[in-house]
Each structure stands twice: as C-alpha cells, then as structure tokens.
C-alpha cells in the first residue's frame, strides 16, 4: 500500500509552507521602511526643515532667512510601538538640542515629529505645480 502523503498533489504539499513565507516575509516590513529613500519637507512662516533617509543615514536641512544649515549622520533605530521610532543620532546637529529624534511614521507620504508635532509632508506632494496659462487666439 502506498502511504497517503504520496497521494496528496505536489501542490498541496508545499502550500502550507509557501504560506509561511509569505507570512513572515510582509510582517518583516514596517512604517519606516516607507521612508527609506525619500525627502520629506516641514515649513511654517520662518522655517523650512527638510529630512532625507537613505538607510541608516539622515540628511537634515534647517533654512531660515539666514543661510542654510546641512548636516548628515548616520543613526539607530528603535521601534518604540507599531508607528513611533526613536531614532538615535551618531552626531547631533549643532542646532538640534538633543542627539535623538521620536517620529511618528504614519504612512509613506509623511511622518510627524513627536516633540514638536511638525508634520513632515513628502517633497514631491508639497511642490506646488502651476500650468501656464494657455495663450488666447
């Protein structure tokens, strides 16, 4: 006699494990990850403050009426909730009080600063785009 796991099809086999992946493979992805790769913008009537992250590393822009200011730093994460990440800087701006940052990462269009309620709204969707008014005949 056969055993019966020979007559169940191949398919049908594999599926449980296939759906184990599957499973672990998308509940390894979290909030932040939306904001890997991208530049996000805050301005308010003095202010502009602009934060890129590109893996591990933060680009941070502060622009006021005076000149710009840059820096870049590397930084660690840590998953404080499912949307709430403190991000651990290896170099603190001068201009930044302390050498963390706690963001709340709601989706992939924008984030919000914890401390100071700063909505970080995505670059691309706060560039104003105007069309060129079409010329009378």
């Given at each position: 006699m056969k055993p019966k796991l020979q007559n169940v099809p191949s398919f049908a086999k594999f599926l449980p494990i296939l759906i184990l992946i599957l499973a672990f493979s998308s509940g390894c992805k979290n909030n932040f990850d939306n904001l890997n790769g991208k530049v996000f913008l805050y301005k308010d009537s003095v202010y502009e403050f602009?934060?890129?992250?590109d893996k591990d590393t933060?680009?941070?822009?502060?622009?006021?009426?005076?000149m710009p200011r840059f820096h870049k730093?590397?930084?660690?994460?840590?998953?404080?909730?499912?949307?709430?990440?403190l991000l651990t800087l290896k170099e603190k701006p001068n201009f930044w009080e302390k050498?963390?940052?706690e963001i709340v990462?709601?989706?992939?269009?924008?984030?919000?600063?914890?401390?100071?309620?700063?909505?970080?709204?995505?670059?691309s969707d706060s560039l104003i785009v105007k069309k060129a008014p079409e010329f009378q005949k």
């Open positions: 602009t934060a890129g992250f933060l680009f941070y822009i502060m622009k006021d009426e005076r730093t590397t930084f660690t994460k840590k998953k404080v909730d499912d949307s709430t990440f050498d963390s940052w990462v709601t989706d992939g269009k924008g984030f919000k600063s914890k401390e100071s309620g700063n909505y970080y709204l995505l670059y």
